[in-house]
């Protein structure tokens, strides 16, 4: 039963027409899914288990992110 959850939230989340990015508690990108590499141009292995959050943060943003004093 767990890996048909598994495999049925993956196929929501890849079939999305939404980017979907999740991070863990580290900052580390956990989910990278096919509309965000397309929307963003980073590959899932570019993103996927690295703290490169700030790469896809718009520049306006960054100084926000950063006063916040997330550690992305």
Do not use: C, H
Not at 5 to 32: L, Q
Not at 47 to 56: D, N, P, S
């Amino acid at each position: 039963r767990l890996i048909e959850n598994k495999e049925y939230e993956e196929t929501v989340i890849e079939s999305n027409n939404t980017a979907i990015i999740a991070i863990d508690w580290t900052g580390k990108i956990t989910t990278f899914n096919q509309k965000a590499v397309e929307i963003f141009g980073w590959t899932k292995e570019d993103m996927i288990g690295k703290r490169e959050l700030l790469k896809i943060i718009p520049d306006k943003y960054k100084n926000y992110t950063k006063k916040l004093q997330l550690n992305i």
